[in-house]
């Protein structure tokens, strides 16, 4: 018998794995925080004796090294990827025993398009192939991107991770279960996956890499592929030099005068609160990012890289949580952290800033209107189904580049369900433009 766990990361979009039998277990594409990994191993009485990647990932720091490490298992690499720490290199066809007891192998399969170097690895039982771990080449109902790793080889890769695809589901039988590391919500997805779970069988049936032939394929890809997250330029690297260990300990706890202090540093002060909370009150210059969002990818990806940042939370809970999401993107130690809300983070005597939240209906009753600027900040292939007429558009995550080239006039902010649309209209705000936020569902057929 053999088990897999997931250990989801929904912030990121990914999932990772635990497979083992009953002794010994191998780690798939493990998180930073090995924690969760080592937790998992405990309750299935395992000793994890081998950790693999199925490649450099671009969209978050690896707990692989450091798990490696703490455990005592083989480190498994792509062979052709140039990393600066020692590792037991593979290569297509290589395969480890995961658990002899149970009959567990783990066979190495080149699947190069995501990156170059990509591997997906097989578990059989007793010589039956009996899941695919996929990183990311094939995924549930798409594939992962190619052009993370160098745009003239984007065409390149697009092909070869076609053929990769094809070559997945033509060695193996229709119940093998699919389990991608990308695809939940990660922008490592070329598209958005279509499902929870899958087998090979269910890909045959419903992957565009299966069912149209390359060039209408590739085509496709390339056509669909949207902005990538500015903070993916520094993934890589890390994960080639191999990541240090996490520290999760509290930040030094910061007082109003520190908070402002920081503030007029041109520092980045970042309120975890959920954005009706923000919008109700808050520190005149905090950027809201909610810590129940995508807080790692957004914050990732609009601050600049380096830039100390500050977390103020209302509770120690969601401050260690965020703390710990951050630190999957390279965000390692916050510079300083507060809890509580604006009447603890502010100097006696002053009061907290504040802006309206409406509907979209709100807006229809008033747009168009003298003075009014309609601030889309969906993507570009968001507003391709639909846009308000008229709208301004700047997706959200170039916003703080571009704020003097919105016109003038009271702002009203929208995205496509109120979460990108609070941290824009606490970046308007703190730019000291009149914003209102619309929190609400964007409904692309709504006659303006």
Excluded: K
Excluded at 54 to 60: E, G, K, Q, S
Excluded at 125 to 138: C, I, N, R
Excluded at 204 to 211: C, E, V
Excluded at 265 to 276: F, M, N, Q, S, T
Aim: hydrophobic share 45%.
């Amino acid at each position: 018998m053999f088990f897999v766990d997931t250990i989801d990361v929904p912030g990121l979009g990914n999932r990772h794995y635990l497979a083992g039998g009953e002794r010994t277990a191998v780690a798939v594409d493990p998180p930073r925080d090995i924690d969760r990994v080592i937790a998992a191993a405990a309750r299935s009485g395992v000793r994890i004796a081998h950790v693999v990647e199925t490649h450099l990932h671009n969209d978050y720091v690896t707990g692989g090294l450091e798990l490696a490490r703490v455990t005592g298992a083989a480190y498994l690499v792509p062979g052709d990827a140039r990393v600066s720490f020692e590792r037991t290199p593979v290569h297509d066809g290589d395969a480890v025993v995961v658990d002899a007891t149970a009959g567990l192998v783990l066979r190495a399969l080149a699947t190069p398009g995501h990156t170059p170097h990509h591997t997906a690895y097989v578990l059989e039982e007793h010589g039956t192939p009996v899941a695919v771990f996929t990183g990311g080449s094939l995924l549930i109902g798409t594939v992962g991107r190619p052009d993370l790793v160098e745009p003239r080889l984007t065409g390149q890769l697009a092909r070869a991770q076609y053929a990769s695809a094809r070559r997945i589901a033509d060695l193996l039988p229709d119940g093998t279960a699919v389990l991608p590391t990308h695809g939940f919500g990660s922008f490592c997805s070329s598209a958005r996956a279509t499902g929870d779970a899958s087998t090979i069988g269910a890909e045959r049936r419903s992957n565009a890499a299966l069912m149209c032939d390359a060039d209408t394929f590739v085509a496709d890809l390339l056509a669909g592929l949207d902005d990538v997250p500015a903070y993916y330029t520094h993934m890589g690297p890390a994960n080639a030099a191999g990541p240090a260990p996490v520290d999760l300990t509290p930040p030094a706890s910061a007082g109003p005068a520190e908070i402002a202090a920081r503030l007029a540093a041109g520092e980045w002060v970042v309120d975890l609160r959920d954005r009706v909370s923000f919008a109700a009150g808050h520190i005149a210059g905090t950027f809201n990012f909610e810590a129940e969002g995508q807080l790692a990818t957004y914050l990732a990806w609009l601050i600049p890289w380096g830039r100390p940042v500050t977390l103020l939370a209302e509770s120690d809970d969601q401050l260690g949580a965020a703390q710990r999401e951050l630190t999957r993107v390279g965000i390692d130690r916050p510079a300083a952290a507060a809890i509580g809300g604006p009447a603890s983070w502010l100097p006696e005597g002053e009061t907290p800033a504040s802006f309206p939240r409406a509907t979209f209906a709100d807006l229809a009753r008033l747009h168009p209107r003298e003075g009014l600027v309609v601030l889309d900040v969906r993507r570009t292939a968001e507003r391709a189904g639909g846009s308000v007429p008229g709208s301004v558009h700047l997706p959200v995550h170039t916003l703080h580049r571009r704020l003097g080239g919105i016109p003038p006039g009271q702002v009203w902010v929208h995205c496509a369900g109120g979460m990108r649309a609070a941290i824009a209209a606490s970046m308007l705000d703190a730019s000291g433009r009149e914003v209102v936020a619309v929190d609400d569902i964007f409904d692309p057929h709504r006659p303006w």
